[in-house]
């Protein structure tokens, strides 16, 4: 039972929470610099997040050159998948402006789809 309550401790953080739910919804691998440019945190805070929802068996890493992408894996284990599942059925609303802000940054992506870290100063601006 501790188990249950510590994973639902960890995504009781609004932030872990905005997390997940992009990831859930949006469903691909991100790195930590796209997520943390979508929520609006530093990517040192978003790091931290992922890591917390990592160690809690909700996310899964995978080291690409010298980033690191975050994605939720599939499983087996009902609670989780039903968890999945009660995030993804959050509206929309909730993350809206963070998905459109996922989706243009990952959009800055090179041809070897690596992260890239220097773009315009004013690309969020475009999605508002």
């Known amino acids: 039972m501790r188990k249950y309550a510590d ?3 960890v995504i009781g953080d609004l932030k872990r929470l905005k997390l ?3 990831l859930a919804k949006c469903g691909d691998k991100y790195y930590v610099c796209e997520l943390a440019d979508a929520v ?3 990517h040192y805070n978003t790091s931290r997040h992922l890591n917390e929802l990592r160690k809690a068996g909700l996310v899964e890493e995978q080291k690409v050159g010298r980033g690191v992408m ?3 894996p ?3 284990e009902p609670f989780i998948r039903i968890l999945v599942e009660l995030v993804k059925s959050i509206p929309d609303d909730f993350v809206r402006r ?3 802000l996922l989706k243009k940054r990952v959009s800055f992506r090179g041809k070897d789809q690596r992260c890239v870290s ?3 100063p004013n690309w969020k601006q475009e999605v508002e």
Do not use: A
């Open 7 to 9: 994973i639902l401790k």
């Open 20 to 22: 997940y739910t992009l």
């Open 40 to 42: 609006e945190d530093t």
């Open 70 to 72: 975050y994605f939720i």
């Open 74 to 76: 599939q499983t087996e």
């Open 98 to 100: 963070e998905m459109e």
């Open 118 to 120: 220097k773009i315009y």
